[in-house]
């Protein structure tokens, strides 16, 4: 199995119940996440409805109609691979682990190439997997490349997947909008901006024919009614989208700045996770273990990435720990 932030039962198991309780800065979720709404009622008491408005909230927040819903992009991420025979498929590393691993367990030919090699990967691999902003270290990829990967790999009916799920803190950088195009996926989720991870709502753009075969592979009903419901809320408040992002773009600079000046310096991130690489990662996670942090400490490529604290407490105990 992968292991992945946000485990707090994970982080009491090896290290108890630290005094104030745990601050988690391992997800890289926004820590002050959209207000959920009350559900009517009903919601409850019948079958998740395909015309509730969720994808027409979806097709307007994304920029196309070609959007099929997930219960969660793990779960695109997990059935795709079972949609292609067997052949080459390049993984960009380092980036979320789920990737490589569902492919090589469907009977893939994995690669894993640098950021640099992925020209190379696109003429070459029958699926090349991007994701942008990447997850850990926040390297963004320029539309005009991403795009260009797209036709290397479509030409001989291979496909281009770039996973946007930290894309809405940044959208102009997104594809989605495109993604009615031959063999291009994008997968989208609600969780990381929007603070929503506990729905599983997800959406994964893409041609109507990959679409269909996904959600015969879902089955029925893949996505809870109440869960629809608070997305389709979400993706339509502008309003709160536009505070969240400016909000999230001054919290995130705050934090390298904090970062910088105890002279743990970012080599990169986005506005909800900072990263810092290198064979001092394990001494840093220790030491803010031991003041009640908790990180996502990666062990290759070495590094550590560090979310938003969110509540003031939080940032306080993050500075003092810095010794700041």
Known sequence: MI??????????RRHGEP???WVDLSTGINPRGYPVPAVDEHAWHRLPE???GLLEAAAAYYGTAELLTVPGSEAAIQLLPRLRRPGSAAVLW?????????WARAGHRVERPRAADLEAASRSADV???TNPNNPDGQRFRREELLRWHRNLSGRDGWLIVDEAFADVAPEHSLAAEAGRPGLLVLRSPGKFFGLPGGRVGFLAAEAAVRQALAEELGPWPVSGPARTVVREALAD???????RQRLAEEGQALSALLAEAGWSPAGGTPLFQ???????????RLLVERGLWTRLFAEPAGLRIGLPGEAKGWVRLRASLGM
Do not use: C, F, I
């Open 3 to 12: 292991e992945h932030g946000g485990d707090l039962k994970e982080a009491r």
């Open 19 to 21: 005094r104030g309780g």
């Open 50 to 52: 395909g015309d509730d």
């Open 94 to 102: 380092p980036t979320y682990g789920e990737h490589a691993w569902r």
């Open 128 to 130: 090349l997997v991007v």
């Open 238 to 244: 502008g309003a709160w989208q536009a505070a969240a």
């Open 275 to 285: 990263w810092l690489p290198g064979g001092a990662s394990a001494e840093r996670h």
